[in-house]
T-cell receptor
Framework: DAKTTQPTSMDCAEGRAANLPCNHS???????VYWYRQIHSQGPQYIIH???NNETNEMASLIITEDRKSSTLILPHATLRDTAVYYC????????????FGAGTRLTVKP | DTGVSQNPRHKITKRGQNVTFRCDPI?????LYWYRQTLGQGPEFLTY????????KSRLLSDRFSAERPKGSFSTLEIQRTEQGDSAMYLC???????????????FGPGTRLLVL
């Protein structure tokens, strides 16, 4: 069972920031938060991961609340190519066997 | 391109036929995973290799499914006596395992889309 809860769908205007929330209220102390996205008919693409500090890379920023029960993925300037299903996954290093994907959030970026 | 590659990208077969898919991981990655994804769902784990050893199998992997990674590099997934319910996208991912206490990132291939008629 997925350990995360995400909205089913979201819209965002092109050029604006897309903020995708994820609840993981049962997260354990050694579990990391990972984000992947999947553009139609392609394999999932890794975006970012973090433990408790906020993280930023060339694709996105990850904001994790202090209690670690929720996080937000931020795409600072969404483009039409960011339209995809975004998956939030929590996973401990010891579970080096699979990623537990839920249904994700379908983000639609509109012109 | 140094990412994960999968072949073929698409496969159409008739029920009862056998099919085989190939995955070539990122070259230095010691771990390889197979997932299955049906329409509207997230990927579901099937099996996992560390080097050539198959260490984990999901209950989704019926006895008609077999996976190998003979030399710890590429892997094959074979489905025998295919059924219409096997129609799905089959995804391969690889990662560099650094130890049980360190996070690893899995990188996915483009997938093989199977349609069983």
């Amino acid at each position: 069972d997925a350990k995360t809860t995400q909205p089913t769908s979201m819209d965002c205007a092109e050029g604006r920031a897309a903020n995708l929330p994820c609840n993981h209220s049962t997260i354990s102390g050694n579990e990391y938060v990972y984000w992947y996205r999947q553009i139609h008919s392609q394999g999932p693409q890794y975006i970012i991961h973090g433990l408790k500090n906020n993280e930023t890379n060339e694709m996105a920023s990850l904001i994790i609340t202090e209690d670690r029960k929720s996080s937000t993925l931020i795409l600072p300037h969404a483009t039409l190519r960011d339209t995809a299903v975004y998956y939030c996954i929590v996973r401990a290093p010891r579970e080096n066997n699979d990623m537990r994907f839920g249904a994700g959030t379908r983000l639609t970026v509109k012109p | 391109d140094t990412g994960v590659s999968q072949n073929p990208r698409h496969k159409i077969t008739k029920r009862g036929q056998n099919v085989t898919f190939r995955c070539d991981p990122i070259s230095e990655h010691n771990r390889l995973y197979w997932y299955r994804q049906t329409l509207g769902q997230g990927p579901e784990f099937l099996t996992y290799f560390q080097n050539e050893a198959q260490l984990e199998k999901s209950r989704l992997l019926s006895d008609r499914f077999s996976a190998e990674r003979p030399k710890g590099s590429f892997s094959t997934l074979e489905i025998q006596r295919t059924e219409q319910g096997d129609s799905a996208m089959y995804l391969c991912a690889s990662s560099l395992g650094l130890g049980r206490r360190l996070p690893e990132t899995q990188y996915f291939g483009p997938g093989t889309r199977l349609l069983v008629l």
